[in-house]
Nanobody
Framework: QVQLVESGGALVQAGDSLRLSCAASGRTFSSYAMGWFRQAPGKEREFVATISRDGITTYYAGSVKGRFTISRDNAKNTAYLQMNSLKPEDTAVYYC???????????????WGRGTLVTVSS
């Protein structure tokens, strides 16, 4: 069992940077791929980024590639999402997820956090 708690969401202006954290409980954090998803008001949840168990392999949605960076610290049981050059369209609730399969859809992820709100004003 893994519990995930996101933090770091805030109200920022366009062009600002923000770092989200996802703290995981349990001793098996390094066994799971980690991912970030987001859900904007009135829209379905969408994939943002994922990182492999060893932190070597990462994938990004096209809309955030080059602006966002996913990372993890297995010693601290924490995953991060560094978000630079934020845009109003990045406004959403951001969720972290852990899973043995991973991937771009919800189905490969077993554990989810409750989310943290990021609001980007223009």
């Amino acid at each position: 069992q893994v519990q995930l708690v996101e933090s770091g969401g805030a109200l920022v202006q366009a062009g600002d940077s923000l770092r989200l954290s996802c703290a995981a409980s349990g001793r098996t954090f390094s066994s799971y791929a980690m991912g970030w998803f987001r859900q904007a008001p009135g829209k379905e949840r969408e994939f943002v980024a994922t990182i492999s168990r060893d932190g070597i392999t990462t994938y990004y949605a096209g809309s955030v590639k080059g602006r966002f960076t996913i990372s993890r610290d297995n010693a601290k049981n924490t995953a991060y999402l560094q978000m630079n050059s934020l845009k109003p369209e990045d406004t959403a609730v951001y969720y972290c997820a852990a899973g043995l399969v991973g991937g771009y859809s919800d189905y490969g992820w077993t554990y989810w956090g409750r989310g943290t709100l990021v609001t980007v004003s223009s």
